[in-house]
C-alpha cells in the first residue's frame, strides 16, 4: 500500500494559503479512505523472512504515519501520524506508542481545542528523537500561535509540552523560520537543531515566504536561528533545506537544500 508524500511547493503566499486549505482537506479525505500500516520484518539466519502487520491506522485513531520510529527507554516504540485524530475534519496528526507486538498503550492527539488554535502544533510529519534526558523531541509543520509550526516535548508519561512556537513576532516575516519539514537531532552539546524549509531573514517577495533556516532549540526551549539561507548572492549557499542535520565527527552539521546552488533560475523575482 502506497501512502502519498504531501507536495512541498514554493508558490506564491496567496497560492500556498489556498494550497494549504487543499491540503487540509486532501489529509482528511485520506484519513477517511485510506488505511496505512505499520509493520515488522524479521530477518533470520537463514534466506527467508517474516513480515507481519502490526497496525492498520483507520484515521480517528491516526493517519499517514509519515516519519520514522524510534524505541524508547521503556523498549515501545513512539511514533508521530501527519493526519488523523478525533478532533475533526482538519485531521491534526497523532503521537502514538506501540509494544513490539503492536498493542497500542498510549497516544497524543494534536490541537485537543481547534476552536481556540492548535497552539500545541498541527501535523507533525517528521518522527521523534529520543533525548538524553528520556523525553522524546519533535516539530509540527503547522500550528503554534501564527500557525506555521511548533517544538514540542513528550514526556515518558504521554504529556506534551509545547516548548517553542515559530513566528512569535507574527506574519509576514517570520525570521526565526517557519514550516518545520522534518524533525530533529541532538547534537553532542545537548542542544537540538533542525531547520525551517521556509522564513528566514532573507527572499521575502511576492513569490516567496523566505528562504529557510537552521535552528538550535535548548531542551527548555530556547530558540537561536544559526543561519538563514540565500544569505550569498543567486542563492548559492542554497535555499529550501526540506531534510534534517546529521552532525559529523568533526562536530559540524551537514545537510542539504531543494534548490539554490549555481542553478540561476530560482522562482524568487
Known amino acids: 500500500m ?33 488505511a496505512a500500516i505499520l509493520f515488522v520484518l524479521s530477518a533470520t539466519l537463514l534466506s527467508a523472512q517474516t513480515f507481519k502487520t502490526l497496525v492498520d491506522f483507520n484515521g480517528p485513531d491516526g493517519a499517514d504515519p509519515a516519519g520514522s520510529l524510534v524505541q524508547g527507554l521503556d523498549g515501545n516504540l513512539y511514533g508521530t501520524t501527519y493526519s488523523g485524530g478525533p478532533y475533526g475534519k482538519d485531521d491534526f496528526g497523532t503521537i502514538f506508542r506501540i509494544n513490539a ?9 494534536f490541537c485537543p481545542q481547534p476552536q481556540n488554535g492548535c497552539v500545541d502544533g498541527d501535523g507533525p510529519y517528521s518522527g521523534l528523537v529520543l533525548g538524553t534526558d528520556g523525553n522524546f523531541y ?34 509576514p516575516h517570520c525570521i526565526d ?3 518545520p ?41 530556547e530558540m537561536t536561528t544559526l543561519y538563514s539561507f540565500c544569505s550569498q548572492s543567486n542563492c548559492t549557499d542554497g535555499l529550501y533545506p526540506d531534510g534534517g542535520l546529521v552532525q559529523g565527527a568533526d562536530g559540524n552539521f551537514y545537510g542539504t537544500t531543494m534548490s539554490g546552488g549555481t542553478d540561476k533560475d530560482l522562482g524568487l523575482g
Open 181 to 221: 519539514h522534518f524533525g530533529l537531532i541532538q547534537g553532542a552539546d545537548g542542544n537540538f537543531y533542525g531547520t525551517t524549509e521556509t522564513g528566514g531573514a532573507n527572499c521575502f517577495n511576492s513569490l516567496s515566504d523566505g528562504c529557510g533556516t537552521v535552528f538550535r532549540v535548548t531542551p527548555t526551549g
Open 101 to 109: 507486538s503492536g498493542e497500542r498503550s498510549g497516544s497524543y492527539d
Open 2 to 34: 502506497i501512502i502519498e508524500r504531501p507536495h512541498v511547493s514554493h508558490s506564491t503566499p496567496v497560492q500556498e494559503q489556498v494550497m494549504d486549505v487543499n491540503m487540509k482537506n486532501t489529509r482528511s479525505a485520506r484519513a477517511a479512505c485510506w
Open 138 to 171: 519533535g516539530t509540527a509543520v503547522y500550528g503554534g500561535f501564527t500557525g506555521v509550526g511548533t517544538i514540542f516535548k513528550l514526556s515518558g508519561q504521554g504529556a506534551v509540552t509545547t516548548l517553542y512556537s515559530f513566528c512569535p513576532g507574527g506574519l
Open 177 to 179: 523560520g517557519m514550516n
